[in-house]
């Protein structure tokens, strides 16, 4: 199944997408007698198994009863990002060998090191398909980063790999926007920290995670360590690989986080890039063009680069 949040009037509403239409499965439950669903994302993860397998067979009672209005094309609806604003948003740094060796950095073993995890303000970074990457009178050097997402579907404390994908909900696409030469104000003298600093702050501009275009269920993913990922700029691919390339696997990412935050249901882990960003090819985003992510089984995140009045 793939869920979807989408614009119905002046609110958001939860659906699932059935071949080019979009399920509303609040008004299918209801039409249905069945278990009555949330319209909030993070409210439907929050019941769990019962939620997903409610909102299945809210999806399939639209697509048997179409007469009922239950679907809506789905290029006729405005998709929002499917969780647009998750109680934390953690990322990682560093996460694909690739990455790593086109930086020239060396590639990280498991047994020496641990997953590098920051996070980024979720209620003014995360952005819907189609809305615009800005560029700010700050902006130097804007970068793309293509990730897959984990969203979290139960509370999780201290748990281990083994474990982790019960914890899973589903998958979503992730675009982690990059700042790459930040700078709001120069200095007359750098120390070792604020470089680290600048990295960190050049990842939280407004707009800098664009999220969707749904979630796909974890049972409907299968293998999450055998995805296709790809991203393009203007229709040039920039990044082609595979998530079998990360050094730290998905199950292996939740359970290490849990370990001292409390992951939450709604929750948005993404899982670092691979090889291909602009900084190492030399290219900047620029308004006009237009990004497009893709991972195998999520679908496609599509959005333009504006410039920022």
Known sequence: ??????????ANHIGAIVGDSVADIVAASRASGGQTLPSDMIALL????????????AARFAQKNPKRGLLVPLSLVRLEAPVPCPRKLLLL?????????????????????????????PSTCVGRPGAPIPITRYSHWVDWEVELGIVIGRKAKDITPHDAPRYIAGYTIVNDVSERDFCVQERSK?????????????????????????ITTADEIGDPMNLAIRLSVNGEVMQDANTNGMIYNCAEVVAFISRWVTLEPGDVIATGTPAGIGKVRGIKLKAGDVVRCEIERIGVLENPVTRDA
């Open 1 to 10: 199944m793939r869920l979807i949040t989408f614009r119905k009037g002046k």
């Open 93 to 121: 740094a560093g996460n694909y060998t690739s990455h790593l060796e086109e930086e020239g950095r060396r590639a990280r073993a498991k047994r020496e090191q641990t997953p590098r995890v920051f996070m980024k303000p």
């Open 190 to 214: 750098t120390e070792d920290w604020d470089k680290f600093f600048d990295w960190l702050n050049g990842k939280w501009c407004d707009g800098f995670a664009p999220m969707g275009p749904c």
């Open 46 to 57: 929050e019941m769990g198994a019962k939620g997903l397998r409610a909102a299945k067979a």
